[in-house]
């Protein structure tokens, strides 16, 4: 394990590796941090080459300490685009569910009876799934039971919302409850539905989307794509974690762009692709070695 370095350390290998550090650089790595600046943005500035006969990093002949910077820039600046358009899918995806099971199952503590879900042969399932169903069931419905009923545990601490229904009611509705539940916990929620309700759900995203009668339609399969692929991409950006290269078996942003489609409008969808575009353009002379024309691709913007 590498021990602790000073700014002054860090500078000095920096510079030991190709790479030139102007006098800003001081200040910016104790703001933002080595380890998030370097490690997180420094591939595309390495020469792959020279590195072959080298136990360290080697930087193209060059590369400057404010490219490497830019990139950090632009990819935080993309998850904040990013990230104000994944909650108003988090938002859509979670309504258009709870509404779905809320309308056939009109007890408000009906969520927590294990039969208001699925049996395990019928759980929903990726196309690809080859494991065991009835297992697999068993864990993700006791798993979203024990969060569930967590969030009403009188022994725990309770956001406001929580409280005034128990206090004033001694039970709160799955639409209240909601706001407490992460994406995640939502996806699994989901997952779990009867089929007839999870085929609701479809049909209100259709609505809430203004699908037209030309579009693909909506099937409880491309719900999970959109909850397995958004939950993913929506903790990279809470999480502060790179973005525009981001990749998760074959999920790049790209695909998370298609996959918005099922929860926004097209035109919400095109007003985003847009921020997208003026984003890269803010930022295609600071760029160098990476093209604006390689970041389009990567976004699936080209």
Known sequence: ????????????????????????????????NYYAVINGYKDPFLDKAAMQSSADDVYLAGTRFDWLYGLFKLDRE??????????????????????????????????????????????????????????????NLQRLMGV?????????????FTEHYLQAYGEVPLWVLSNDLTFGNMSHFYQLMKRGEQNAVCKHLSETTLRGTKDKRVTPHDVLRAYEVLVHFRNLCAHDERLYCAMKDNDTYATMLRVLE???????????????????????DQLHVITVSDLQTQLGLD
């Open 1 to 32: 394990m590498k021990g602790f370095k000073t700014i002054e350390e860090q500078i000095a290998l920096l510079e030991s590796r190709g790479m030139i550090v102007g006098s800003d650089a001081a200040t910016i790595l104790l703001r933002e």
């Open 78 to 139: 993309l998850r904040q685009i990013t990230f104000s358009y994944l909650i108003q899918a988090e938002a859509a995806l979670k309504t258009a569910t709870v509404y779905a099971f809320c309308d056939k199952n009109r007890g408000i503590s009906d969520y927590l009876d294990e039969s208001s879900f699925c049996e395990p042969k019928d759980i929903l399932v990726p196309k690809a799934f080859r494991k065991n169903k009835v297992a697999l069931h068993k864990g």
């Open 148 to 160: 569930l009923k967590g969030k009403l545990d009188p022994d725990k601490p309770h956001r406001p």
């Open 262 to 284: 099922i929860a926004l409008p097209k035109t919400t969808i095109e007003t985003m692709k847009g921020e997208l575009h003026d984003l890269l353009e803010k930022y295609q």
